[in-house]
Each structure stands twice: as structure tokens, then as C-alpha cells.
């Protein structure tokens, strides 16, 4: 029998410190994430960031906390009942990190008869600190727990054509009739080397500001998140008939220490009104859900300095969520895939 993960970020399960505290070591511990050797990253983690982080954290947390929970479960949750609904199959829920956890996921499936997953990480770019590790821990988890169960992967689908048409309509649905002066497509960033590392050609060219490094469809690019950014984006500003001169890609998130993916959405954001650029449109495709990084660092973060800075308006574009053609679309590819074994067509816009 065959059943679906859907697998999301997590978080932690309440806005306060004793609770942000094991949810921020969990994450910053994953060796994908912070990719220095245990001892050093426990220092770091443990002896440094756990020290402040939490509270900062919980802080922030505490801004964007609904009276149902957290945003990213409540509208994952919310997410998961449609694409139920539409699916032919058992679709169970999972997070990386906190609850539900994606053990709990496999096992809520195993008890249902199914032993054929196709495991759904809802990311649509690849990532080692987000994609990666979500397919290394399903796998050791399978091993251990579940080895007469396997495992097909959703890979990246940052160009498929039907994400591409449900981002761009559900885009155009939150900008309406918003006269913005630039769009900017804001993703999660990370540091260089984890583009690099994922890169199993070593043929990855240099990184330059407004170009892609990577051609599409290269062995090079498949796993290369940047890439992956810069094509969704083309993609979008295509299909919405956006001239080049009126978007611009970032990279939001960065943490002190290494080279992360630049340009930055803050310093870009922050400087736009000296250049004139007085109303902006974010929208942040890294994410299919919206979440602290998209609710507090851009909605109201990035809002607030862009305004203190000289701007004059500030749209954020909520993400897909739990969107009517967002959800159809990833019913279709499970159905497809119970249906053939492809999750999806090889074809791409």
C-alpha cells in the first residue's frame, strides 16, 4: 500500500524560552544545518547561541503566535486536510524538528498498511540544511524502525510548471492592484560553501550579483539552491509579465561568521528609498508556509526599518499556505504517483 509525508520546517510549541530552547538546539544541532564537526558545533550551539537565542527567539515568536498555535503548524495542518481530501491515498504530516515528528509521521502511516512513502519535503528549492536532511533522517529512521517500508523521494520542484502557475496566480491575487515601484523575491538564505557542498561535479562557477551560476538543467545545477532561486524567479516574473527592471532576488536569514548568499534583503531593502524606491512588494518563495522568518523577519522586521528608513509603503505577499490551487496541485502529483510511480511529469515550464 502506498502513503505520502508531507514533511514542513517545525516549530517549537509554544512562544517561550523553556519551550524555543530545545526546539533551537534540535535545529542548530543538525550537522546540515551547522556543518562544523560536534564537538565545535555543541560549543557554538551550547556554549554560545543557547545562552541569548532563546529569549530573542521566543520574543519574536511571541509577535506572530496565534490564538491557535503556532502559524506554521496551524496552516501546515490546514494545508495537509485539503490535500487529504483530494488525495487517493494516506496522507500523513511530519516536521523536521518538534511535533509531529517525522517517526511519528512513518509510524502513523505503517499502521495504516502502508509500506510504499513517497516522502514530501515542502521546500521548493534544494538545500542540504532543509531538504537534505529531511531525506538522511526518514532513512536512518526507516532503517532502524520500519525496513520492510520504502522510501521515494519529491525532488526538487522549483520549476514544475503547476508551482509555478499556483505561485504566480496566488502572487497576483495579494498584489491586486498594489502600484509597487519593485518586487522583491526574498529567499532563505545560506552560507556559500553549502552550495558548493552539494555540488557533486565541482564544476560550480562563481557567484555574481542578478546571475544565475548554474545552467539549468546541468548535473551541477540540480542540487544547487541559488540556481534554483534565480530559475523559480525568472519563471514568475514571466508568467506575471513582470519587466526585469521591476524585481529584484535576495537573500533574508543570514546568521554572523560565513559568507552567505548575497545580496542581502535587509541591506537592499533598507537602501532602497535613497534610490527613489519608496513602495515595495516582498514575497518569499523559499517557503511554501508562512512562518517566523516570513511573518516577523519580513512582515513586520523588514517592514518597520524599510519605513523608518524613508519608504513609504511595504506589501508582503503571504505564502501559498493552505491556497485552493496550491493544495490541488500537490494532490494531483500524489495521485499521480499511486497512479504510474511519477509523482509528476518530466516536462517543466
Not at 66 to 77: A, F, N, Q, R, Y
Request: aromatic share 10%; with cysteine.
Amino acid at each position: 500500500m502506498k502513503g505520502v509525508l508531507l514533511v514542513n520546517l517545525g516549530s517549537p510549541e509554544s512562544p517561550t524560552p523553556q519551550d524555543v530552547k530545545p526546539y533551537l538546539d534540535e535545529f542548530l544541532m543538525d550537522k546540515y544545518v551547522i556543518d562544523v564537526p560536534y564537538l565545535l558545533r555543541a560549543l557554538l550551539v551550547r556554549g554560545i547561541i543557547l545562552r541569548k537565542r532563546p529569549e530573542n527567539s521566543a520574543e519574536a515568536y511571541q509577535k506572530i503566535w496565534t490564538p491557535e498555535g503556532s502559524p506554521l503548524i496551524v496552516l501546515s495542518k490546514k494545508m495537509h486536510e485539503k490535500v487529504k481530501k483530494e488525495a487517493k491515498v494516506p496522507v500523513a504530516l511530519a516536521m523536521r524538528y518538534g511535533k509531529p515528528s517525522i517517526e511519528t509521521g512513518l509510524q502513523e502511516l505503517y499502521d495504516q498498511g502502508v509500506r510504499e512513502v513517497l516522502l514530501f519535503p515542502l521546500y521548493p528549492q534544494y538545500a542540504m540544511a532543509s531538504t537534505l536532511t529531511i531525506l538522511v533522517l526518514a532513512e536512518e529512521i526507516r532503517k532502524k524502525k520500519f525496513p520492510d517500508m520504502t522510501i521515494t523521494d519529491v525532488p526538487a520542484f522549483y520549476n514544475q510548471p503547476d508551482y509555478i502557475e499556483a505561485l504566480a496566480n496566488s502572487m497576483k491575487k495579494h498584489l491586486g492592484n498594489y502600484d509597487y515601484d519593485k518586487l522583491v523575491f526574498s529567499y532563505h538564505g545560506i552560507p556559500e560553501r553549502h552550495v558548493r557542498k552539494t555540488d557533486a561535479t565541482k564544476k560550480h562557477k562563481k557567484f555574481e550579483t542578478d546571475k544565475m551560476c548554474c545552467e539549468v538543467g546541468t548535473p551541477e545545477a540540480e542540487f544547487c539552491y541559488r540556481t534554483h532561486c534565480y530559475e523559480t524567479t525568472r519563471l514568475v516574473a514571466e508568467k506575471l509579465q513582470i519587466p526585469k527592471d521591476k524585481y529584484y532576488v535576495t537573500f533574508q536569514s543570514r546568521l554572523a561568521g560565513d559568507k552567505w548568499l548575497e545580496p542581502y534583503t535587509d541591506i537592499v531593502l533598507n537602501n532602497y528609498p535613497k534610490q527613489g524606491i519608496r513602495k515595495v512588494a516582498v514575497v518569499t518563495p523559499a517557503f511554501v508556509t508562512d512562518c517566523l522568518e516570513t511573518l516577523e523577519e519580513i512582515a513586520i522586521r523588514a517592514n518597520e526599518e524599510f519605513i523608518e528608513n524613508g519608504g513609504e509603503s511595504f506589501l508582503t505577499i503571504p505564502c501559498l499556505n493552505d491556497d485552493d490551487q496550491w493544495c490541488q496541485v500537490v494532490a494531483n502529483w500524489i495521485n499521480n504517483w499511486e497512479q504510474n510511480g511519477q509523482w509528476i511529469s518530466t516536462t517543466t515550464t
